[in-house]
């Protein structure tokens, strides 16, 4: 199987602010489940026959607005992307979620295919308010989205026993103070066209294998994805939007990273930002940073956010 396990650097930025309609539900696919995982931290996860759970359906975007800020490659074709971002644990009420992202993206708004990973606050999924990491994958048809949060529903196929989906992250960075990293990336083997999930904790970890997507469960990133996001992404059904990142600038990327056809080539971005999520500070600094940048802010009024 050949993985991509090394990623090149980006050397320009990009912030992009979303406003999109859509509906989650069921997706086909074939997973095959560990019975019981139990993580580092003392977690137990119960596995359920995948065949046996009811589909998720969840509103993720529905008569609402979300707000993206981060950086996005420009249309091209791209095999992988990652990076390190800092942990933090911004709060969201029911109703809410606030979390960051690495994005696989593609194709146009009827049929669009999509895999996002990153860590999350979400009171409603997770039933707590502590930082998690977290999977969704999408599929339109027809201009409703198929797919789901982990493995909600058929698509992911868990291949690790010690990384659970959905773990929860112990180490918390602090503003202005100690950061706390997850190193992620979304890469495709190249022999199957499947989606891989990899994860580690410390910049030289091995990258450890969490799972993949089929490929068959997309249209449009079969073969490479068109488009690759990193930053923040925020929802609320209420007036007032929840912080992003730790509320200001310190949360942020590091070593951002992408796989492309000739990938010693930068990779051109483009930039825009909203009233209450913005990021700055994009460059390349140095080995230990990389291309960088921070994202996030305070939320507040939703009507005054774009």
Same mark, same amino acid.
Request: proline content about 5%; glycine content about 10%; aromatic content about 14%.
């Given at each position: 199987?050949?993985?991509?396990?090394?990623?090149s650097?980006?050397? &320009?930025?990009?912030v992009?602010i979303?406003?999109?309609a859509?509906l989650?539900? /069921?997706?086909?696919?074939?997973?095959?489940?560990y019975?019981?995982?139990?993580?580092? @931290?003392? /977690?137990?996860?119960?596995?359920v026959?995948?065949?046996?759970?009811?589909?998720?359906?969840?509103?993720?975007?529905?008569n609402?607005?979300?707000?993206?800020?981060?950086?996005?490659t420009?249309?091209?074709?791209?095999?992988g992307g990652?990076?390190?971002?800092s942990?933090?644990?911004?709060?969201a009420?029911h109703g809410?979620?606030t979390?960051? &992202? *690495?994005?696989i993206?593609g194709?146009?708004i009827?049929?669009?295919?999509?895999?996002? !990973?990153? $860590?999350m606050?979400?009171?409603?999924?997770?039933?707590?308010?502590?930082?998690?990491? %977290?999977t969704?994958?999408?599929?339109?048809?027809?201009?409703?989205?198929?797919?789901? @949060?982990d493995?909600? =529903?058929?698509?992911?196929? *868990?291949?690790s026993?010690?990384?659970?989906?959905?773990?929860?992250?112990k180490?918390? /960075? &602090? !503003?202005?103070?100690?950061q706390?990293?997850?190193?992620?990336?979304? !890469?495709?083997?190249?022999a199957?066209?499947?989606w891989?999930?990899? %994860?580690?904790?410390?910049?030289?970890d091995?990258?450890?294998?969490?799972?993949? $997507?089929?490929?068959?469960?997309f249209t449009? *990133?079969k073969?490479? !994805?068109? &488009?690759?996001? $990193?930053?923040g992404?925020v929802?609320?059904?209420?007036?007032?939007?929840?912080?992003?990142?730790s509320?200001?600038?310190?949360?942020?990327y590091?070593? *951002?990273?992408?796989?492309?056809p000739?990938?010693?080539?930068?990779v051109p971005?483009?930039?825009?930002?909203?009233?209450? @999520?913005?990021?700055?500070d994009?460059? @390349?600094k140095?080995k230990?940073?990389? %291309?960088?940048? $921070?994202?996030?802010?305070?939320?507040?009024?939703?009507?005054? =956010?774009?």
């Amino acid at each position: 199987m050949e993985l991509i396990n090394k990623l090149s650097l980006l050397l &320009v930025s990009y912030v992009v602010i979303s406003s999109v309609a859509n509906l989650f539900s /069921s997706a086909e696919g074939r997973v095959k489940l560990y019975k019981t995982i139990k993580t580092q @931290y003392g /977690s137990i996860y119960d596995c359920v026959d995948i065949y046996k759970q009811p589909a998720f359906d969840h509103p993720l975007l529905r008569n609402h607005k979300i707000q993206f800020a981060g950086m996005s490659t420009k249309p091209g074709k791209y095999y992988g992307g990652g990076g390190l971002v800092s942990i933090y644990n911004p709060f969201a009420d029911h109703g809410q979620f606030t979390s960051s &992202v *690495i994005s696989i993206e593609g194709g146009p708004i009827e049929e669009f295919s999509t895999i996002r !990973a990153g $860590w999350m606050v979400n009171p409603d999924l997770f039933g707590d308010n502590r930082t998690r990491l %977290y999977t969704i994958w999408g599929q339109g048809v027809d201009g409703v989205m198929h797919g789901c @949060y982990d493995t909600r =529903c058929p698509g992911f196929v *868990i291949v690790s026993t010690q990384i659970p989906l959905n773990v929860v992250f112990k180490d918390i /960075s &602090v !503003a202005g103070g100690s950061q706390f990293y997850v190193k992620l990336s979304i !890469a495709q083997d190249k022999a199957t066209g499947n989606w891989w999930l990899l %994860y580690s904790e410390k910049d030289d970890d091995p990258d450890q294998q969490i799972g993949y $997507w089929p490929n068959t469960l997309f249209t449009n *990133i079969k073969q490479d !994805a068109q &488009v690759i996001r $990193w930053g923040g992404i925020v929802y609320s059904d209420k007036p007032v939007s929840p912080p992003m990142g730790s509320g200001r600038r310190d949360c942020h990327y590091r070593r *951002i990273a992408v796989a492309a056809p000739g990938a010693s080539a930068d990779v051109p971005l483009e930039t825009s930002q909203s009233r209450c @999520y913005r990021v700055g500070d994009n460059s @390349y600094k140095d080995k230990f940073w990389g %291309y960088s940048f $921070w994202f996030g802010g305070p939320g507040g009024d939703s009507k005054h =956010c774009n």
